[in-house]
């Protein structure tokens, strides 16, 4: 046999080598599975709540894929989604084992149904510092610009293949709740027959919901007494009325339930935002308002004008001015110096348009305190001014024109009056009431002007003027000067 040359057999075997290396790089590449395009393709409106996303229209969310090697038979992928925004990055944590078959060349579109598992809470985690707060808020996603896509790797050896990537962006800009502008927080508002309240608030959302209706929800409820956590549990509350709207804002009138006077009531509207297809538009807090409280109250002013005369040793006579909002007026006396003594009633009620009354059979040289009660539709008027008068003594004894000089009664209590004031009565030893106008002092001793009445002359008033006077803890004269200037009326 003939030797081969050293030449020749190397040339041999570097062909055979090169003939090999040839022969397995295309077996080699038609195995490769990359690059694989992955565009994902959105439309609005964007959903907020982050499990509504598995339930997505098909028109809504589609996947096109496409693997771009036309020399691959056949591969099985899986996808990953993500999803992210400045603060919060929601994804599958692996590859879902979804298997999805695609040869070279073709494409593949995915719709939102087909998707659906990969936005399955169980299939998500949640990372970023607004991570806390969308589990807070049950999986509310916030404001923001996201991008969403879906990775791409080839099921058997888990590589990624996706090298375009082509992401989804959108934006989420939620609305505004309403704001209640009137009333204001904890404003009283008062009663009036019949009932008319206008309550109003002002749309915030309207700015982003361009192509949205709204309609606003209106709800007051009575606040128990005693109940301080009306805010936080409204739902608990009981409720007096609910209205849809519209407008912003509301005529609340007597057609509607009726609102008590004395009362707490906690006032919230919501505003709900929908398209012509159903779809809702997001404002925050489920679009509810802060809940607001307003108290609900009657003006039942007390009496005007109260005048004491005709006092006589048993009797005197009271005339008043009544408010006009007064259904009934009560008259009650007791007598003066002591600060718990009972009220009693003078008579019964009287009717709105009586303003007089004459106290009976009352005790000789005493002091009384009198005031008028009035009764309205619904409450009482408080607060009520309190006068006092002397009765006469029973001799009549009467004070004289001119000036009058006390001088130092021994018998009366020294301890001094601290204040005097402006419709305080000063009795005399005689029995004589003196009505303060004008006063000034301290301490017992007082200056000022006032009237009072002679029973001698038919209960004629009489200005008199007194300058530093002694006046006792019991609104007695002890000691001073009164002088009678001129008569006022003669009654």
């Known amino acids: 046999m003939k030797k081969m040359n050293f030449r020749k057999a190397l040339r041999f075997c570097w062909g055979c080598m090169l003939i090999a290396a040839t022969g397995m790089a295309p077996q080699t590449e038609a195995q490769t599975v990359s690059p694989v395009l992955s565009q994902t393709t959105l439309l609005a409106p964007y959903s907020y709540k982050l499990q509504d996303w598995s339930r997505l229209p098909d028109e809504r969310l589609q996947l096109r894929l496409r693997l771009l090697d036309t020399r691959v038979e056949a591969s099985t992928l899986y996808l990953k989604m993500e999803m992210e925004a400045n603060g919060i990055k929601i994804e599958n944590p692996m590859p879902l084992a979804n298997g999805i078959p695609l040869a070279g060349g073709e494409e593949i579109t995915l719709n939102a149904s087909r998707l659906s598992m990969y936005f399955l809470p169980a299939n998500l985690s949640l990372s970023g510092t607004r991570a806390g707060e969308v589990r807070a808020s049950d999986g509310m996603l916030p404001d923001g610009i996201y991008t969403l896509k879906f990775k791409v790797y080839e099921a058997t050896t888990g590589n990624l293949v996706s090298v375009q990537e082509m992401p989804a962006m959108f934006t989420l800009v939620s609305g505004e709740p309403p704001l209640l502008t009137s009333p204001a927080e904890n404003e009283t508002l008062w009663f009036s027959d019949p009932c008319h309240i206008r309550f109003q608030w002002m749309a915030r959302h309207l700015q982003y919901a361009g192509g949205f209706s709204t309609e606003y929800d209106f709800e007051i409820a009575e606040i128990p007494e005693g109940v301080s956590a009306w805010k936080e549990y409204f739902n608990t509350l009981p409720l007096v009325y609910r209205q849809t709207t519209t407008q912003t804002f509301l005529d609340y009138d007597a057609s509607m339930p009726i609102l008590l006077p004395q009362k707490d009531y906690a006032l919230r509207v919501r505003a709900r935002c929908s398209n012509a297809s159903g779809e809702a538009f997001y404002i925050k807090n489920n679009g509810y308002s802060v809940v607001q409280k307003f108290s609900y109250k009657e003006l039942c002013n007390g009496i005007s004008g109260l005048r004491i005369d005709r006092i006589s040793a048993t009797s005197a006579h009271l005339t008043w001015n009544e408010p006009i909002e007064a259904r009934t007026c009560q008259v009650y006396y007791r007598k003066n110096g002591k600060p718990d003594a009972k009220w009693f009633k003078a008579g019964n009620e009287l009717q709105g348009g009586v303003r007089e009354l004459t106290l009976k059979d009352l005790d000789p040289s005493t002091g009384y305190e009198c005031k008028v009660s009035v009764k309205c539709a619904y409450t009482e008027s408080e607060n009520d001014v309190i006068f006092r008068f002397t009765t006469l003594s029973k001799d009549n004894a009467h004070l004289e024109c001119g000036n009058h000089n006390l001088q130092s009664d021994t018998s009366r209590s020294m301890e001094p009056l601290k204040e005097l004031s402006v419709f305080d009565q000063i009795r005399t030893a005689n029995g004589f009431v003196i009505d303060v106008e004008e006063v000034e ?39 001073g000067t009164v002088k009678a200037e001129r008569t006022i009326t003669k009654l």
């Open 441 to 479: 002092g301290s301490d017992g001793r007082f200056s000022g002007k006032g009237n009072t009445h002679i029973p001698l002359l038919a209960n004629t008033g009489v200005k008199v003027t007194f300058k530093n006077i002694f006046v006792n803890k019991n609104y007695e004269l002890v000691s």
